[in-house]
T-cell receptor, first 114, second 109 residues
Framework: KAGVTQTPRYLIKTRGQQVTLSCSPI?????VSWYQQTPGQGLQFLFE???????NKGNFPGRFSGRQFSNSRSEMNVSTLELGDSALYLC?????????????FGPGTRLTVT | AQRVTQPEKLLSVFKGAPVELKCNYS??????LFWYVQYSRQRLQLLLR??SRESIKGFTADLNKGETSFHLKKPFAQEEDSAMYYC???????????FGTGTRLTVIP
């Protein structure tokens, strides 16, 4: 099976702009989670989608949003970008519990905000 | 609130020496604990989880609820063990992981 794919891999945006990142989960996986990784804060959970519904949400402002499509592909959007949003954004998919406790991570999208 | 603490940012050991990567947690409910590993230029991947009580690549980890710890151990380190290791927890049945800050392990030949 193909692994989790994320597009684009690298992105440079200007403060105030918005950005959309995409994640394609492993075929058959219905749960998609997003994480932000920064040197200062480490890996932080953003949100999880399952069957097109947000099931869990981390402690991030409303500028961060996401959605999931019927084919389980997911997008996350960040509006009104701030310098502090520069980070590696990781997507992970899972076939969902109780069948699996493992999350499979993508390579990430490196977002730089200038 | 949940918290995962990995006190060592960097850890160096010689090949063949025992390895212990520390992880302590705080969580109000019944957590599930995991170790994830990231080798150089590879993706983050699951190493092991407490619920399965497996030994993967010679690594083991025991959940100690009294000490709220989930330390990762290996009796004889190998060069290929050099990587970044993250301890993580989630709530029972949940898919949201809370990660520690990670420990970079270097195994010296």
């Amino acid at each position: 099976k193909a692994g989790v794919t994320q597009t684009p891999r690298y992105l440079i945006k200007t403060r105030g702009q918005q950005v959309t990142l995409s994640c394609s989960p492993i075929s058959g996986h219905r749960s998609v989670s997003w994480y932000q990784q920064t040197p200062g804060q480490g890996l932080q959970f953003l949100f999880e989608y399952f069957s097109e519904t947000q099931r869990n949400k981390g402690n991030f402002p409303g500028r961060f949003s996401g959605r999931q499509f019927s084919n389980s592909r997911s997008e996350m959007n960040v509006s009104t970008l701030e310098l502090g949003d520069s980070a590696l954004y990781l997507c992970a998919s899972s076939p969902d519990r109780p069948t699996s406790y493992e999350q499979y991570f993508g390579p990430g999208t490196r977002l730089t905000v200038t | 609130a949940q918290r995962v603490t990995q006190p060592e940012k960097l850890l160096s050991v010689f090949k063949g020496a025992p390895v212990e990567l520390k992880c302590n947690y705080s969580y109000s409910g019944s957590p599930e604990l995991f170790w994830y590993v990231q080798y150089s230029r590879q993706r983050l991947q699951l190493l092991l989880r407490h619920i399965s009580r497996e030994s993967i690549k010679g690594f083991t980890a025991d959940l100690n609820k009294g000490e709220t710890s989930f330390h990762l151990k290996k009796p004889f380190a190998q060069e290929e063990d050099s990587a970044m290791y993250y301890c993580a927890l989630s709530g029972t049945g949940a898919n949201n992981l809370f990660f520690g800050t990670g420990t970079r392990l270097t195994v010296i030949p």
